[in-house]
């Protein structure tokens, strides 16, 4: 077994050390940067590249099932470091993490019958395209609008309840 390992990186040809490293760069980047997964997609067809190019080589099959095992372990490591550093490092500490809840603490979550606000008004927190947020009385209440877009800060008026979905017009 460790014979295959040494052979393994021993005798590797200098394109397969360039695929399997861009791979890895590309891997280590994509877990960084937020994007579309341009660079995990790119790092999967380089690492797959570098893997094909071994096996060209001369590898055997140990040999190959080594390397995938390894990239295997790596991306599973790299994972686990990201995840650790998310919660408690640096990245935690960045704005790739979103540790604050968007709601605030006097948001309503009542998923109860909300009829008791039928007739009341309020005022939009949030622009209601056609969904948004209306304070009524002391309480933050996520709505629709009856009708167009409504700016923030519009005086609105509750015209129908249907269980937790509340209704608002312009007034």
């Not at 927190?125 to 009524?136: A, D, F, L, W």
């Amino acid at each position: 077994m460790w014979n295959e390992i040494i052979t393994l990186f021993s005798e590797m040809d200098t394109l397969s050390i360039i695929f399997l490293s861009v791979g890895l760069a590309l891997g280590i980047i994509e877990a960084v940067v937020p994007g579309f997964g341009i660079f995990g997609i790119m790092s999967i067809i380089m690492t797959i590249t570098g893997v094909i190019f071994r096996i060209v080589a001369g590898a055997s099959i140990t040999q190959v099932f080594i390397l995938v095992s390894l990239f295997i372990v790596f991306v599973l490591l790299l994972i686990l470091v990201f995840t650790y550093s998310a919660r408690f490092g640096l990245l935690s500490r960045s704005g790739l993490v979103e540790n604050h809840s968007t709601i605030s603490a006097d948001y309503s979550n009542d998923k109860n019958n909300f009829a008791h606000l039928l007739g009341k008004e309020g005022v939009t927190q949030t622009i209601c395209k056609p969904v948004g947020k209306v304070m009524i009385g002391d309480l933050v209440y996520q709505v629709f609008s009856n009708g167009p877009y409504l700016s923030k800060g519009s005086y609105v008026k509750v015209i129908e309840v249907d269980g937790s979905n509340i209704i608002v017009k312009k007034i």
